[in-house]
């Protein structure tokens, strides 16, 4: 038996798939590839796996990670990566399919980039504007979870950003707090736009990289 | 794929996976090589839709011939419409994201009468003109099918040409003729009249209608050398018919998350309420080979650990433990599960207790339809309570300790005694659960009664019959609330409002057409669907246009009245309907086909059920 990763990008028409119903089609993509994988034991058995950190319904994603136990431990990984793909629906595709290197656990940040327009400011103005918002003292955005709802100061949890005019659109490039213990959701980014400066911007949001506590790519 | 500008507001919406497409299976085809576009129309929500077999069949089949692209759509929830009408985007197809303007059919499946408002609507958010008569080129043919096609009046000033029987032969035969006439600049009148000769092709606009003074029909023309009767096209061999190896599999989560085999068509029962049961006759089924060959392309090709096993009554199916035998060869090992869905009381035996597994999580569900033993023989629901009774008491030693008990109130001839009968049978169903030895012990029984209001629908026995007023069935339902008297008991009703409305629409005439338009105007949708429908609203409506309900719903009608639907032909004669409908009040049934021929008409065709040897009934 051994630990394997498979890693996937989740964009186009599969980032409107969500993180429940994601876990869903692959228990049924894994049954159709006819993969060797561990499952559960008990009244209804379905394959076991786990997901290292869950992406929110409408962002891309490009570093998208799923772990499983491969009971044939000859089976080359390679064969693993092409027998999901042909099983995968549009918009999601395997890319690699590693060993676990690093627990899910020590996830701490992720890297964002998000594209803004709108239709009623331009793109220079717009790009002002997020400016200023990122240069402002504090954000405080009210936090939705589990809890209730809660103010986060979203500058503080900022730890690096890039952004960039491109002409058609604002570039942002953004590492926020991700993991089990702080998330911070870069779509409070578009909110804080809203609410301070009343504009409502068009966004395209990737989550591009995943990191450890060391700001080191989770492998 | 979707637009730039639908992509803008898909985060705005509820479930956005309903409105891009690109699922596992969804075909996308070069328009480069691409002849006719066909828009499939479901006028109902994507989950509602993507669980609809015959969607599939179709959808597969029209996309095997390589000069036709037939896309997917569905009716957008509300949410979705308004920002689609606030930004002006028109209803696309799901594969190509290209509006609906740009195919060549758009075609709708009717399958409840209650979304015939949202047929129209779609049209209308596709910027298409509802009225056939405003659409006067050869593109945009608009056509429909389905089991509310049998009665196709209320819709036929809106739909070009309705398909009567099932579709695999008689929809490709309309495009392959379309093809043709658009390739010889032929108009599109030309094309509606040669269509009109196909068999199963009803064009509305090639009859006229007269009424009596009473509103009744006096007489039903053709024109432009139309049939006088429409026959319906039926498949004679399944196992040559066509069957798609795969489905679409969609991503979100659908009604019925499964793979679907069709093991027969039509029924052998003849319940006398049932449009189905008469619409589909005769009986045909797959063989056990080809039911087993096509259930293991499509757990291939899916990847779904759970086959359902479709019919109108699947334990009917001749060699139903044959055939679980030979799937359970594989599907153990294979770790998918075989459902078999609309069991009747008599069909539940140990042998296929013990090879279905999947209806544990459900619990049992049984539909004896009426309390009594004399309604239920007026209905010709052969069902009697000691089997009923037998049924559960094997059901509870086999660990179960859920049922599900359907019925219908506002039959013809009940009394509130029947009604009061509902609640004793289920009160009878609990106490076999406690006088069973091999019960689960520490669980209690749940049972539960769930009561729908008959509606009389055309092709049946009762196309003739009155249905209960709203007042009568409200009267019903409180007595049988009344009549439960054990908490063991959980009693669900649906609304009589949508019944009645399903009434009018369901035995309509052109009349109503005018209606179904300015209800369209008005931005009526979505009426099978609470948060929409509003029976009010309707009401002042009708009574805007001068429409008087109690005529379709209430009326009882005559033996000799020209019904609306009279020129549409689906084999079964109108002479065996009221010998049925007389029985019906005699309380005296029908046996089933497997047992006796009744000579219902379609024999006529010699195939299926009406040529097989029968075996002298135990
Ligand atoms: S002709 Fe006889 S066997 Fe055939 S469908 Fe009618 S009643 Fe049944």
């Known amino acids: ?30 049954h159709m590839a006819k993969l060797p994988i561990w499952y559960t034991e008990g009244f ?41 793909n042909k099983c995968l629906p549009g918009g999601i595709t395997v890319y690699d399919v590693t060993e676990q290197v690093m627990k899910p656990a020590r996830i701490t940040y992720a890297l964002f980039n998000l594209k803004l327009s709108c239709d009623t400011v331009n793109t220079d103005e717009l790009y002002e504007k997020v400016r200023e918002l990122f240069a402002m003292d504090e954000i405080m955005m009210d936090k939705k979870s589990k809890a209730g709802i809660k103010e986060v100061d979203l500058k503080e949890n900022i730890c690096k950003f890039d952004i960039k005019n491109c002409e058609s659109y604002v570039n942002i490039d953004v590492i926020l707090p991700a993991g089990s213990m702080t998330n911070v959701n870069p779509k409070l980014i578009v909110d804080a736009l809203k609410k301070f400066f009343d504009i409502e911007a068009d966004f395209e949001i990737v989550r591009v990289d995943i990191y450890n506590e060391n700001v080191e790519s989770f492998v | 794929m979707y637009s730039k500008e639908v992509e803008r507001i898909l985060l705005k919406v509820q479930k956005p996976g309903r409105y891009v497409g690109g699922e596992l299976n969804s075909v996308i085809k070069d328009k480069k090589d691409i002849d006719v576009r066909f828009a499939f129309c479901f006028p109902d929500v994507y989950e509602v839709g993507m669980s609809h077999l015959g969607m599939k069949i179709l959808y597969s089949q029209f996309n095997t011939v390589p000069y036709i692209w037939c896309e997917r759509v569905f009716a957008p929830w509300i949410d979705m419409e308004e920002l689609m009408i606030e930004r002006n985007i028109p209803l696309y197809g799901l594969e190509s994201g290209d509006p609906i303007t740009d195919f060549d059919f758009i075609g709708f499946t009717l399958q409840y009468e209650l979304s015939y408002t949202n047929v129209l609507n779609m049209l209308k958010l596709a910027k298409i ?19 509310c096609a049998c009665n196709p009046e209320p819709l036929a000033e809106f739909i070009d040409i309705f398909f009567i029987g099932e579709g695999e032969e008689v929809d490709l035969e309309v495009i392959e003729l379309y093809r043709k006439f658009r390739a010889e600049n032929k108009s599109k009148k030309e094309f509606l009249i040669a269509a009109s000769q196909i068999q199963g092709v009803y064009v509305p606009a090639l009859y006229n209608v007269e009424y009596n003074n009473d509103g009744t029909i006096k007489s039903f023309t053709p024109e432009e050398g139309a049939p006088a009767k429409i ?3 039926l498949m004679m061999n399944l196992d040559e018919v066509f069957y798609p190896d795969n ?19 039509g029924c052998i029962r003849g319940c006398r309420f049932c449009q189905a049961g008469f619409l589909y006759r005769p009986v045909r089924e797959k063989s056990v080979a080809t039911i087993d060959k096509q259930c293991r392309e499509l757990c291939k090709n899916t990847g779904y650990d759970e086959v359902s096993l479709s019919s109108l009554s699947s334990s009917d199916y001749s060699r139903v433990v044959e055939l679980l035998t030979q799937l359970n060869k594989w599907s153990n090992e294979e770790k998918v599960s075989i459902s078999l869905p609309s069991l009747r009381v008599d069909g539940f035996t140990d042998d296929i207790m013990s090879k279905i597994k999947t209806v544990r999580k459900s619990g049992l569900t049984f539909a004896p339809e009426a309390g009594s033993q004399r309604l239920r023989n007026v209905i010709n629901k052969n069902v009697f309570e000691d089997e009923l009774l037998q049924t559960c008491d094997t059901a509870f030693g086999g660990g179960w300790s859920k049922v599900k008990l359907y019925f219908m109130i506002g039959l013809p001839t009940e009394t509130l005694d029947d009604v009061a009968e509902i609640a004793a049978l289920g009160q009878k169903v609990v106490d076999t659960y406690y006088r069973n030895p091999n019960k689960q012990k520490g669980r209690a029984v749940s049972v539960t009664v769930s009561a729908s209001s008959f509606v009389p629908k055309p092709f049946t026995p009762f196309q003739w019959e009155p249905q209960d007023t709203i007042p009568q069935l409200h009267e019903k339902q409180q007595h049988l609330k009344k009549s439960i008297t054990t908490k063991k008991i959980t009693y669900n009703y649906h609304e009589a409002d949508t019944s009645f409305l399903e009434a009018v629409f369901a035995r309509g ?11 369209c105007q008005n931005g009526f949708h979505f009426d099978g669907w609470d948060d929409c429908f ?37 084999g079964v004669t109108k002479e065996f309907l009221i010998s049925e409908c007389k029985k019906a009040y005699e309380a005296a049934t029908t046996p089933n086909c497997r047992q006796k021929c009744s000579n219902c008409g379609v024999g006529k065709w010699k195939g299926g059920i009406c040529v097989e040897k029968r075996q002298s009934m135990v």
């Open chain 1, 1 to 30: 038996m051994r630990n394997v990763r498979v890693w996937f990008k989740k964009e186009g028409t599969a980032k409107y798939i969500s993180h429940l119903d994601l876990n869903r089609n692959m228990l049924r993509i894994i």
């Open chain 1, 44 to 84: 209804n058995p379905h394959p076991f796996i786990t997901f290292a950190l869950p992406l929110s319904l409408g962002f891309s994603g490009l570093r998208e990670s799923m772990d499983f136990k491969l009971l044939d431990d000859e089976m080359d990984l390679n064969e693993v990566k092409d027998r999901l």
């Open chain 2, 534 to 570: 509003s029976l009010d609203a309707w009401m002042k409506l009708f009574e805007q246009c001068g429409i008087d309900t109690a005529f379709y719903a209430n009326r009882r009608r005559s033996f000799d009245e020209l019904l609306p639907w009279d020129h549409i032909d689906y």
């Open chain 2, 129 to 147: 003109p509802i009225k056939s008569k405003d659409r006067p080129e050869l593109k945009n043919i608009v056509v429909a099918g389905g089991p």
């Open chain 2, 231 to 233: 026959t319906k096209r």
């Open chain 2, 247 to 265: 489905f679409v599999v969609p991503t979100i989560e659908i009604i019925h998350d499964r793979a679907v085999e069709e093991i027969f068509r």
């Open chain 2, 509 to 519: 005439d052109r009349k109503l057409c005018k209606v179904m338009e300015i209800a």
